[in-house]
């Protein structure tokens, strides 16, 4: 006498394994979700640095692509391409209205402040030689070196006003957050950038009792390159 043996019921298996995906579908949406919402909000950060003092950096920029097409010029000087531009902060700007890269070194070295008048010798190799022709009236003021707090960007506020400075001004003087710094600016505009002329790393030494004096004055020195 056989007995027939009965088969094994897989539906209890294959809701399992149904339980099983369902639950890591789940566990995808729950991701995907949370990376949409950090891209979000990190957007939202790009946004806010793009738009912070947007109508400002804008007037500003208007500003000097005016003064470049005023006082600037293109020529030629034998085999070499001459154009005078007018200096925004880290760039010339010509009066052609394009921008020609100006070294960082150079910008730092030099003391470059927005509004300075420079001459560009683009030279037949196509190198590019600068030199300082117009110098603007500055002013001296001390401030506070500091970070973005989005951007990561050194800056300084001083007087109550933050300006971006040239990476290669900060790290040529070992500047930190929090160090004092005096910086040069425009006499006769408002700017965004400044120029970086000493950085004040703590009390004594020789540079530091040079510096203190200029930080003594009450009233801002004004001075000429």
Known sequence: MTHDIPLADDSFNSSDDEA?????????????????????????????????????????GSDLLKTASRIGSISQEGDSHIIEGVFDGQNMIGPDGKQYSVPAN???????????????????????????????????????????????????????????????????????????????????????????ENIVKGAGGVESDRVAKLLDFDVVEDIRV
């Open 20 to 60: 099983v995906e369902e639950s890591k579908a789940s566990e995808k949406l729950i991701l995907v979700k949370q990376l949409l919402e950090r891209l979000q909000s990190d957007l939202n950060k790009v946004f806010q640095i793009l738009s912070k003092s947007n109508a400002e950096v804008l007037r500003q």
């Open 106 to 196: 150079y910008a730092s070295k030099s003391k470059l402040i927005e509004g300075d008048v420079l001459k560009l010798t683009i030279q037949p190799d196509g190198r590019f030689v600068y030199k300082q022709i117009g110098p603007q009236e500055r002013v001296r003021v001390k401030g506070v070196l500091q970070k973005d707090a989005e951007t990561g960007e050194f800056e300084v506020l001083a007087e109550g006003k933050k300006y971006k400075v040239i990476l290669a001004s900060v790290t040529y003087f070992k500047g930190e957050p929090g160090d004092e710094v005096i910086i040069l600016l425009p006499k006769e505009k408002n700017s965004a950038w400044a120029a970086v």
